[in-house]
């Protein structure tokens, strides 16, 4: 009796554990498919710190839209520089451009970008810097820049509406 009994919490417990395992892999192979659908990395940290340093305005082109906004000074530029979150972004295929993004310095163009920017839910609220004319890097954008291109994007299509 003792054996029966010692043999089926035996199986119990090694059943429990393969299932476990099998959790434990389904998620790890979802989290892997997740992170690693992205074809693009989060912009160096080194490249940031040179815009940082060297970045004296920013221009942003808005598309569909009969305006641009500029950062005309080193201030300003850092103010839109802190948009950019170090995490990287999984662009998504049916999001629309909002903006075309030149960081300028002294010599020119230092970095170009795109914006991608949408209500919260629908995870188009990212950058993808290029490198030599092609996607490179794609960034989240912080709360801060949310929260600046809402407020930015929003009074636009409101006065927009009005008129």
């Known amino acids: 009796m003792r054996l029966i009994l010692l043999l089926t919490i035996s ?29 693009f990395e989060s912009i160096p940290r080194e490249k940031m710190e040179f815009l940082w340093n060297n970045c004296g305005s920013i ?18 530029a850092r103010a839109f520089l802190r948009h950019v979150s170090m995490d990287v972004a999984t662009p ?16 020119g163009i230092l970095l170009d970008a795109d914006l991608y920017f949408a209500d919260l839910n629908t995870g188009c609220n990212y950058f993808v810097f290029y490198e030599e004319g092609k996607p490179k890097y794609a960034n989240r954008i912080t709360q801060e820049g949310f ?17």
């Open 11 to 39: 199986l119990l417990f090694f059943q429990c554990g393969d299932k476990k395992k099998e959790a434990t892999t389904a998620s790890t192979d979802t989290l892997t498919t997740t992170t690693s659908s992205s074809d």
């Open 59 to 76: 221009d942003f082109i808005v598309i569909d839209q009969p305006y641009s906004i500029s950062a005309n000074n080193q201030q300003q």
């Open 92 to 107: 998504i295929s049916n999001c629309k451009k909002t903006a075309t993004i030149s960081y300028l310095g002294s010599d």
């Open 147 to 163: 929260d600046y291109y809402k407020q930015i994007f929003g009074s636009v299509q409101v006065q927009t509406e009005e008129k």
